[in-house]
C-alpha cells in the first residue's frame, strides 16, 4: 500500500525559507513521478512543481526562481525548497506521486494517484 507523508511546513516571515519533505512508501521501484501541489481556502488546488523519475522537473510560473523540487531516491523522499517566501504562498501543501507517468514531470493533477494529507505554509507579511 503507497503511503505519502508530508513535513516540514510551518510559519514564516516574507523572504524566509522553508524546506518541505515528502516521505513516499510502498513503491517496489523508484520509476515514479513527483508533485507538490497546494490549496488556499476558498481556492481551487494547484499545481506547485512536479519532478519525473529521470529528474526532470518542472514549475509553476508563480514559484519558478524561487521553489526547487528535488529527489533523494535512496531515501524515498521528495523536497520541495522554498525561497523568497510570499503571504500569498500561504496554503496547505500537498505531495502527490503516481507509479505509471513514464518519463516526464507533470503538473496536472489527472497524472497523480497517490496523495499525502498536506502541510500547511503560513506566510507572513
Known amino acids: 500500500q503507497v503511503r505519502l507523508v508530508e513535513s516540514g511546513g510551518g510559519s514564516v516571515q516574507a523572504g524566509g525559507s522553508l524546506r518541505l519533505a515528502c516521505v513516499a512508501s510502498g513503491y517496489t521501484h523508484n520509476t515514479y513521478c513527483a508533485a507538490w501541489f497546494r490549496q488556499s481556502p476558498g481556492m481551487r488546488r494547484e499545481a506547485v512543481a512536479a519532478i519525473g523519475y529521470e529528474g526532470s522537473t518542472s514549475y509553476a510560473d508563480s514559484v519558478r526562481g524561487r521553489f526547487a523540487i528535488s529527489r533523494d531516491d535512496v531515501k524515498n523522499t521528495v523536497y520541495l525548497h522554498m525561497s523568497d517566501l510570499k503571504p500569498e504562498d500561504t496554503a496547505m501543501y500537498y505531495c502527490?506521486?503516481?507509479?505509471?507517468?513514464?518519463?516526464?514531470?507533470?503538473?496536472?493533477?489527472?497524472?497523480?494517484?497517490?496523495w499525502g494529507q498536506g502541510t500547511q505554509v503560513t506566510v507572513s507579511s
Open positions: 502527490a506521486a503516481d507509479r505509471g507517468c513514464g518519463a516526464g514531470s507533470f503538473l496536472g493533477e489527472w497524472f497523480y494517484s497517490d
